[in-house]
């Protein structure tokens, strides 16, 4: 199935139903008054945020969605049934938008939340209600109310607790696959990683947390370079950011190049994704010169700590897992957060 975070789709609520106009006609009983139900209330449309579903795929092929109207009025005051409610489920973190005014309607951040993103019409009343002393035999009843028509662009922004980037190669998937029990495409060639990827990691003595592996980002990315600025807004809503760097590939001349070349894009991107606290980490320490190349990236950025690690044969892992717990739980006790 293929991840899709951005589709349109056009909802419509149903009309309501018209109300009746009918006399009583029963025998022994002369000049029978007006008897006319309402008609029922139009169907909403609304959208569930289901935590089963993971991309907008399934929105893909049908993009229309109308709800049922509701039934006439009839005689004898029998009114319509109200048109039942269309739910369609979308993934958590998804935010809409109204196409036509470009203004965001609801973000649905919360598992089984919903929003009523177009209201049915209100069913006509019958000539019953019409009924005076003054005008006993109203023949005339309202038309149900049309219901609304709307196109929404659902974008989808996956919520994790952690973002994990970094350039191309840097060991991200292998990370999340030996942290968590995510399974993502690893090769050893760049870019083997087309969409985020999402996993739980679990602590013996401590709450689990989210975090998402988030492909393509390179120098250039906020000018359409490579994959990242299409996902680079799936770590807007996470916490931290896990800087993942390839420590076999550092230059001993400019060590910092690919850490700075980084935090360069999320600058251009956003200041407030430039903002979010980090987390560095050197992978791949168990390669030849490895470690040699991690001494010099710490020396040139001797005011941060740095995590070693290697995913590949989870050296350091146990320990990069409290420190992100750590982490975590210092940012839910700070003021403003």
């Not at 929003?115 to 209600?129: A, D, I, L, P």
């Not at 990242?228 to 807004?233: A, D, H, P, V």
């Amino acid at each position: 199935m293929r991840f899709i975070d951005e589709t349109t789709i056009v909802v419509q609520s149903g009309d309501g139903g018209r109300g009746c106009v009918s006399f009583r006609r029963e025998r022994f009983v002369p000049r029978g008054g007006p008897d006319g139900g309402d008609g029922g209330k139009g169907a909403d449309v609304l959208l569930n945020a289901d935590p089963g579903k993971r991309t907008l795929h399934h929105l893909q092929f049908k993009k229309e969605y109308k709800a049922p109207g509701g039934g006439h009025g009839q005689g004898q005051q029998r009114n319509g049934r109200s048109g039942t409610d269309l739910v369609i489920d979308v993934p958590v973190g998804t935010m809409v938008f109204d196409v036509q005014s470009g203004a965001p309607l609801c973000d649905l951040v919360s598992p089984r939340q919903r929003f009523v993103v177009v209201r049915g019409g209100r069913g006509g009343q019958g000539n019953t209600r019409f009924k005076s002393a003054t005008h006993r035999t109203p023949r005339f009843a309202q038309p149900g109310e049309p219901g609304e028509c709307r196109t929404l662009r659902l974008e989808l922004k996956l919520i994790a607790d952690v973002g994990i980037i970094g350039l191309p190669n840097a060991g991200k998937s292998t990370l999340v696959s030996t942290i968590s029990a995510a399974r993502p495409k690893i090769a050893d060639y760049p870019f083997t990683t087309l969409v985020p990827n999402l996993g739980v990691v679990t602590l013996p003595e401590a709450d689990a947390f989210v975090v998402a592996d988030i492909p393509g980002l390179i120098e250039g990315a906020h000018t359409g370079v490579g994959l990242g600025i299409r996902f680079l807004k799936h770590v807007e809503r996470t916490r931290l950011l896990l800087h993942l760097i390839d420590a076999g590939t550092l230059s001993e001349d400019a060590p910092l190049q690919a850490y700075e070349a980084i935090n360069r894009e999320l600058r251009m991107y956003s200041s407030a994704l430039a903002r979010k606290p980090q987390l560095v980490v050197l992978n791949k320490l168990d390669l030849t010169d490895s470690g040699r190349l991690a001494d010099c990236f710490c020396r040139a950025l001797p005011n941060v700590a740095v995590h070693r690690i290697s995913a590949a044969t989870h050296q350091g892992l146990d320990s990069l897992k409290l420190s992100i717990r750590r982490q975590l739980d210092s940012l839910d006790e700070s003021p403003g957060q």
